[in-house]
């Protein structure tokens, strides 16, 4: 029973879009934080000159804003996940509940 129950959800054609959109879309966020973050670690590695710049007369550094950037990015991104799954991708869990009667 548990089977046929699986294999219903799996056939499902709102499940192959569910899926489908999940997975093209957390790839292109990861895709998106990764230039972010490797980006950053690049510049740390082979341009420390430009990160080291000041920003005014203080001791505030280029880099300072930029590693804040890449923090806030990060909640950002995440902040645009957990919306589309809490709507986009709930509103098709939920059809797909209601069409195999779970």
Do not use: C, H
């Amino acid at each position: 029973m548990q089977d046929d129950l699986v294999q219903k959800i799996k056939t499902n054609p709102k499940y192959q879009e569910l899926v489908a959109k999940r997975s093209r879309f957390g790839w292109w966020l990861s895709a998106m934080m990764l230039v972010v973050y490797y980006g950053y670690i690049l510049l740390i590695a082979f341009n420390k000159e430009l990160l080291n710049q000041k920003l005014g007369d203080g001791v505030m550094t280029v880099g300072m804003p930029l590693g804040l950037f890449v923090i806030l990015f990060t909640v950002v991104i995440t902040g645009i996940y957990v919306r589309r799954a809490n709507s986009e991708f709930d509103e098709l869990t939920a059809a797909i509940r209601k069409e195999v009667n779970v």
